[in-house]
């Protein structure tokens, strides 16, 4: 299918979640995830109406810059080495996996602007999932209060990949608490209004849930080897 069809049926799915639980689709940002797909694959998301484009690695990144340059609002949506900050910081719009002070720092010496992050919550506890501990993150965000370069825009986490709905909404429901407790805390620069969270196999829960970013990847672009 092309990346317009999947859209449409996808767009399909997020307005009826919100009309089950009274939300605006438009509070919706369809992140298409193209780490797997090429560049034209990634041409054709934004021939489609896409907007935003996301990648976990930062040659992916680089590549699919070169290409398409600054048109799409970039996001980098894995885990990042503070080693290589200074290879993306200019080039992208959003980090979603700030996760530890040594990357704060490395981003608020290498920014040139703000920078708009999500601090990547591991909500599940899983070992293979990157992120802090619930009981850590504000905690950590009150140590970012002093750097001018980061901007929290929200949290972000991964689901268990798994079939049980309740497992899923307990994971999203549990960051749709923390993201509220910490907006509560008015930290100038940490508005923390947003969720990204919803992946492929999940966003639908993810829109009912809160999320206000979803990352599409398969279900979107597809993959291609």
């Known amino acids: 299918m092309t990346v317009r069809d999947n859209l449409a049926i996808i767009r399909e799915n997020i307005e009826a979640a919100c009309q ?7 509070d919706i940002r369809i ?10 694959r990634a041409k054709e998301a934004l021939e489609a109406g896409i907007t935003d484009l996301g990648e976990n690695r930062d040659d992916g990144l680089l590549q699919k810059y070169e290409a398409l340059g600054s048109e799409p609002t970039w996001h980098f949506i894995g885990t990042l080495q503070s080693r290589k900050v200074k290879n993306i ?9 700030l996760d530890r002070m040594s ?28 992120g802090l501990a ?22 972000m986490t991964m689901a268990p990949y798994t079939d049980d709905e309740s497992v899923l909404r307990a994971c999203f429901r549990q960051l749709k608490l923390l993201q509220e407790n910490v907006q509560a805390l008015h930290i100038p620069n940490a508005p923390c209004t947003e969720l990204s969270m919803g ?3 999940d966003y639908v829960i993810a829109v009912e849930e809160g999320a206000t970013f979803i990352r599409l990847g398969t279900s979107l672009v597809g993959k291609e080897f």
């Open 199 to 201: 992946m492929s196999n």
């Open 103 to 130: 990357l704060a720092k490395e981003i608020e010496k290498r920014a040139t602007k703000r920078m708009k992050c999500f601090v990547q919550v591991n909500v599940s506890g899983e070992a293979t999932k990157h």
């Open 20 to 26: 089950r639980v009274g939300r605006n689709p438009a």
């Open 31 to 40: 992140v298409a995830v193209t780490k797997y797909v090429s560049v034209e």
């Open 134 to 155: 619930k009981e850590e993150v504000i905690p950590f965000i009150e140590q970012l209060r002093d750097f001018s370069r980061i901007e929290v825009v929200g949290l």
């Open 89 to 97: 910081i200019d080039k992208v719009d959003y980090i979603h996996s």
